[in-house]
């Protein structure tokens, strides 16, 4: 009896060892899988977060968690930025791509096109290492806008006159109060032509193109994926399975799975604080009371510059 009992002990402590030896050569010696973090992007670019009436956006911040996410992230390879965007303005433009300069430093970064993304979503993807578009994705658009409301007639016919107090000869000229004047207009055009100088400056140094020769491709003329890729705008067309087929080329990987990035969802609560806004605002208003009361008590504001199609 004590023997059989010896047996077994023996039996167990054996199937110990063997089922030890395995795992250790099977898992604990086996090279890990690999990562490419596919960072969905979608909306206007901007400064404000996304919201019931603003619609999705793509803001700096939300860009710089991702791909800090994905840097710190060490099994990931490769990062893919799907872009939907008709654009934005441009300072939050600059900070993107700046933030994606940076991490393309340490990983790939490869940008897949959606149906759209031209103006400032093409700018933000001329610095990754590979752009794949659709050949339908409408982009390029390159070139930049700025327009400021002139109200100054409504006011006249309301019968409103607008007394102002300045510091500064130009510190009212992006109000909408009164007719701009042209030494005014020359100086918005100057900021404009500055600025439209970057764009062409960003898409020749991310694209390896010759100034000029993107200077005659930024009218604002929004092209088609097909258009971009003859034009060098991009350098594959495909959709996103082919961006992570470039991105795990790029990290030299053959293997590796795919997790998908999503962007934080609007709560029910930042939406109900919303509607108690709009409600009392709108309680008892007509909708020309309406009009007036935002040209009325809007805030000072400088002028929007925007890399928008």
């Known amino acids: 009896m004590r023997k059989k009992a010896i047996i077994i002990g023996v039996s167990v402590a054996v199937v110990v060892a063997i089922v030890v030896l395995v795992l250790s050569l099977d898992v604990f010696n086996r090279p890990a899988i690999g990562k490419i973090a596919v960072i969905s992007l979608s909306g206007t670019i901007t400064?404000?977060?996304?919201?019931?009436?603003?619609?999705?956006t793509i803001t700096p911040d939300l860009v710089k968690d991702f791909l800090t996410r994905a840097e710190q992230d060490k099994a990931v390879e490769a990062i893919v930025l799907r872009i939907e965007s008709p654009g934005g303005e441009v300072a939050p433009s600059q900070e993107i791509l700046w933030e994606i300069e940076r991490v393309k430093e340490v990983k790939p970064v490869v940008v897949s096109m959606g149906g759209m993304a031209a103006s400032g979503g093409y700018y933000i993807s001329t610095k990754a290492d590979k752009i794949v578009a659709l050949p339908t994705t409408m982009t390029g658009s390159i070139g930049v806008i700025s327009q400021i409301m002139n109200v100054e007639g409504l006011l006249e016919k309301l019968g409103i006159q607008i007394e102002t107090f300045k510091g500064g000869k130009y510190k009212d000229m992006y109000r909408g109060f009164r007719e701009m004047t042209q030494e005014e207009e020359e100086i918005m055009q100057e900021m404009i032509d500055e600025y439209y100088e970057q764009f062409i400056e960003v898409v020749a140094e991310g694209r390896e193109?010759?100034?000029?020769e993107v200077r005659g491709l930024a009218t604002g003329q929004i092209y088609t994926g097909t258009e971009a890729k003859e034009l060098g705008l991009v350098d594959a067309l495909g959709g996103l399975d082919t961006a992570i087929d470039l991105a795990m080329e790029l990290a030299d990987v053959e293997v590796a799975r795919v997790e998908y990035y999503q962007p934080p969802r609007v709560t029910i609560w930042s939406l109900l604080g919303f509607a108690d806004a709009i409600r009392v605002k709108l309680s008892g208003l007509s909708a020309r009371d309406i009009m007036l009361l935002e040209i009325l008590s809007h805030k000072y504001r400088q002028p929007l510059f925007l890399y928008q199609s």
Request: proline share 0%; charged share 30%.
């Open 47 to 56: 400064m404000q977060d996304s919201s019931l009436f603003s619609g999705e």
């Open 209 to 212: 193109l010759n100034k000029e």
